[in-house]
């Protein structure tokens, strides 16, 4: 018997311009203890699915026909009331945007206690021990410590990891998980996997698992179902869809997927329109806005940008005294410097600093030791905001969370054309509008997207806008944290051989944070290590991959996901390292 079925499901937005169609005519089913992933490119209407089940489709979504049965019993036309009592109790969500799901003004404590004691009956003191113990399951650092904070205490990674205890905490027959790995480095990813597939196996929890991830599907998934543009393309077991499938966007899309064992000049990046499979030329810059003579001033013959015993704490608690004040070191004395035209990575588990050193480069933090030059300028010495404007026009980031990063209230036009007129790039409302449409275009989005709010858009789509936006100077240093991480892999491949073409182009210097090891060796000429705040082993990336001497960096790739799809073979691309 089945624990979940979807039938003939089609979710409806009416607009202005018409009735957009997000979900139509799919069908799916999960048995108890069974793994469902569902993939697909960002808009091919994953989430929709997962919101339509869970009884949150977003106003004036609604479910235009099918339905939706739990244990054969139809949810989907139930009052709200009665959806509220189905929804954490008996199907948990884990949610694709951690801290827009998470609420700024409760510490994570009294959210899981609250949930807890509503749907169990506990009573505080039990609810509290409960509240902890998932903490540490999914791999919180001093979960008795941490309870007490704050969302916006914690990494992203960490945000994550509590969404997913707030979605167990009930312990739910039904789990609907949206890129519940996508902000988790390999070793806590690996951690949250094994959890997961163990709630199935001891519980019989049935889950659909929302993901780019192909890693992830292949690790955790017992079926596959492949959705593009609101339908269900193909379905069947893992093995078959990985291995051999058969419709061709399922190829495309695997095809696109990147691999830990070869570093490819370019990433085998395939679209597939109205049934063709196609390969889009690299991107030509030189004759582009992007790729106009910029003057940066005098060039030193040391790097571009340089790091020196770089450190910061925050305060854990404010106790009245300073001797019962508790600090975290997130960065202590890293140091690493990096060229002009090279690509930096950092890599490590969430909570490691590698996100605190690039808002210590870019001033979102001040550093409570060491310096950052950048071109022989110590920026930690100039005080004064007018006479950082000029290194914040070449020094550009994209930031991880690409919700909290945008403003709900500007129109995507609006949003990337600020940084052109605040450094007056460009003379006249036509010319900014103009360059503004073609970098939307650049990143995948189309030039209609510039009329559009942010919350009109997916997670992945609002990640492109970000991306758009901190192109949007023409920026000589860019800082990537997890530019892609909320990016399938077909959009992913456009978006990273994007960046390559600007480096190319443009002689552009990167620091490239991600926890994806095998988009680091596709990407970073050296790579960095990171723990606990320290940077434990820097080498040439083909050094770290091939013959890494921390013990840490051994781990690290041991644990990273093989995934074992198709091979590029058969693709018009230029390996540039070995295979491993």
Same mark, same amino acid.
């Given at each position: 018997?089945?624990?979940?079925?979807?039938?003939?499901?089609?979710?409806?937005?009416?607009?202005?311009?018409?009735?957009?169609?997000?979900?139509?005519?799919?069908?799916?089913?999960?048995?108890?203890?069974?793994?469902?992933?569902?993939?697909?490119?960002?808009?091919?209407?994953?989430?929709?699915?997962?919101?339509?089940?869970?009884?949150?489709?977003?106003?004036?979504?609604?479910?235009?026909?099918?339905?939706?049965?739990?244990?054969?019993?139809?949810?989907?036309?139930?009052?709200?009331?009665?959806?509220?009592?189905?929804?954490?109790?008996?199907?948990?969500?884990?949610?694709?945007?951690?801290?827009?799901?998470?609420?700024?003004?409760?510490?994570?404590?009294?959210?899981?206690?609250?949930?807890?004691?509503?749907?169990?009956?506990?009573?505080?003191?039990?609810?509290?021990?409960?509240?902890?113990?998932?903490?540490?399951?999914?791999?919180?650092?001093?979960?008795?410590?941490?309870?007490?904070?704050?969302?916006?205490?914690?990494?992203?990674?960490?945000?994550?990891?509590?969404?997913?205890?707030?979605?167990?905490?009930?312990?739910?027959?039904?789990?609907?998980?949206?890129?519940?790995?996508?902000?988790?480095?390999?070793?806590?990813?690996?951690?949250?996997?094994?959890?997961?597939?163990?709630?199935?196996?001891?519980?019989?929890?049935?889950?659909?698992?929302?993901?780019?991830?192909?890693?992830?599907?292949?690790?955790?998934?017992?079926?596959?179902?492949?959705?593009?543009?609101?339908?269900?393309?193909?379905?069947?077991?893992?093995?078959?869809?990985?291995?051999?499938?058969?419709?061709?966007?399922?190829?495309?899309?695997?095809?696109?997927?990147?691999?830990?064992?070869?570093?490819?000049?370019?990433?085998?990046?395939?679209?597939?329109?109205?049934?063709?499979?196609?390969?889009?030329?690299?991107?030509?810059?030189?004759? /582009?806005? +992007?790729?106009?003579? *910029? !003057?940066?001033?005098?060039?030193?013959?040391?790097? #571009? %940008?340089?790091?020196? &015993? @770089? =450190?910061?704490?925050?305060?854990?608690?404010?106790?009245?005294?300073?001797?019962?004040?508790?600090?975290?070191?997130?960065?202590?004395?890293?140091?690493?410097?990096?060229?002009?035209?090279?690509?930096?990575?950092?890599?490590?588990?969430?909570?490691?600093?590698?996100?605190?050193?690039?808002?210590?480069?870019?001033?979102?933090?001040?550093?409570?030791?060491?310096?950052?030059?950048?071109?022989?300028?110590?920026?930690?010495?100039?005080?004064?905001?007018?006479?950082?404007?000029?290194?914040?026009?070449?020094?550009?980031?994209?930031?991880?969370?690409?919700?909290?990063?945008?403003?709900?209230?500007?129109?995507?036009?609006?949003?990337?054309?600020?940084?052109?007129?605040? /450094?007056? +790039?460009?003379?006249? *409302? !036509?010319?900014?509008?103009?360059?503004?449409?073609? #970098? %939307?275009?650049?990143? &995948? @989005? =189309?030039?209609?997207?510039?009329?559009?709010?942010?919350?009109?858009?997916?997670?992945?789509?609002?990640?492109?806008?970000?991306?758009?936006?901190?192109?949007?100077?023409?920026?000589?240093?860019?800082?990537?944290?997890?530019?892609?991480?909320?990016?399938?892999?077909?959009?992913?491949?456009?978006?990273?051989?994007?960046?390559?073409?600007?480096?190319?182009?443009?002689?552009?210097?990167?620091?490239?944070?991600?926890?994806?090891?095998?988009?680091?060796?596709?990407?970073?000429?050296?790579?960095?290590?990171?723990?606990?705040?320290?940077?434990?082993?820097?080498?040439?990336?083909?050094?770290?991959?091939?013959?890494?001497?921390?013990?840490?960096?051994?781990?690290?790739?041991?644990?990273?996901?093989?995934?074992?799809?198709?091979?590029?073979?058969?693709?018009?691309?230029?390996?540039?390292?070995?295979?491993?």
């Amino acid at each position: 018997m089945s624990l979940l079925d979807v039938k003939d499901l089609r979710v409806e937005f009416p607009a202005r311009r018409g009735l957009f169609v997000a979900v139509d005519g799919v069908t799916l089913t999960v048995r108890p203890g069974e793994i469902l992933g569902v993939v697909g490119e960002s808009g091919a209407g994953k989430s929709t699915i997962g919101n339509a089940v869970i009884g949150l489709l977003e106003p004036p979504g609604r479910i235009g026909a099918g339905e939706i049965r739990l244990e054969g019993r139809r949810i989907d036309d139930l009052d709200e009331a009665a959806k509220r009592r189905i929804r954490g109790r008996r199907i948990g969500m884990i949610f694709q945007d951690p801290l827009t799901s998470l609420d700024p003004l409760q510490t994570i404590e009294s959210q899981l206690v609250e949930t807890i004691r509503l749907h169990l009956g506990l009573d505080g003191a039990a609810a509290r021990a409960r509240a902890v113990d998932l903490l540490r399951q999914v791999g919180i650092p001093d979960p008795e410590l941490r309870v007490k904070q704050y969302p916006h205490q914690f990494s992203g990674g960490m945000r994550q990891r509590v969404v997913i205890a707030l979605a167990l905490c009930a312990e739910p027959e039904v789990v609907v998980a949206d890129e519940p790995t996508t902000a988790l480095d390999v070793s806590i990813q690996a951690q949250i996997l094994d959890l997961l597939k163990a709630l199935c196996r001891d519980r019989k929890v049935g889950m659909i698992v929302i993901t780019h991830d192909m890693g992830v599907i292949a690790e955790i998934t017992d079926r596959v179902a492949v959705m593009y543009r609101g339908r269900v393309v193909e379905e069947g077991p893992t093995a078959k869809i990985l291995g051999d499938p058969d419709h061709a966007y399922t190829r495309a899309l695997i095809g696109a997927v990147p691999r830990p064992d070869v570093r490819l000049h370019r990433f085998p990046y395939v679209d597939y329109i109205e049934g063709i499979a196609t390969k889009p030329p690299a991107i030509d810059l030189r004759g /582009h806005w +992007l790729g106009k003579a *910029r !003057d940066f001033g005098a060039k030193t013959d040391g790097p #571009l %940008l340089a790091v020196e &015993g @770089l =450190g910061i704490r925050f305060p854990m608690n404010n106790a009245w005294l300073e001797r019962n004040r508790r600090y975290l070191d997130a960065v202590k004395d890293v140091s690493f410097a990096i060229a002009e035209g090279e690509t930096f990575g950092l890599v490590g588990e969430s909570g490691s600093g590698k996100s605190t050193v690039a808002r210590l480069i870019t001033g979102l933090y001040r550093p409570t030791a060491g310096r950052v030059s950048f071109n022989g300028t110590d920026l930690t010495a100039i005080t004064r905001d007018r006479d950082l404007n000029p290194f914040r026009r070449q020094i550009q980031m994209i930031f991880q969370d690409p919700f909290s990063s945008l403003n709900p209230r500007m129109r995507v036009l609006d949003i990337v054309a600020e940084p052109i007129r605040f /450094h007056r +790039l460009a003379s006249g *409302r !036509d010319e900014v509008e103009r360059i503004v449409r073609d #970098l %939307l275009d650049h990143v &995948g @989005l =189309g030039a209609k997207a510039a009329e559009k709010f942010p919350h009109e858009f997916s997670g992945g789509q609002r990640q492109r806008i970000c991306i758009a936006r901190a192109l949007a100077t023409r920026p000589r240093f860019l800082v990537c944290d997890e530019p892609t991480s909320a990016l399938d892999v077909s959009i992913q491949a456009q978006i990273l051989n994007l960046l390559k073409d600007l480096q190319e182009e443009l002689r552009l210097t990167m620091l490239f944070i991600s926890h994806d090891l095998p988009v680091i060796r596709q990407m970073c000429d050296r790579v960095g290590v990171m723990r606990h705040g320290r940077l434990l082993e820097v080498a040439a990336t083909e050094d770290l991959f091939e013959r890494p001497q921390h013990p840490y960096t051994q781990e690290l790739l041991r644990l990273m996901p093989h995934f074992e799809g198709l091979s590029h073979d058969n693709l018009d691309v230029e390996a540039v390292g070995g295979a491993g």
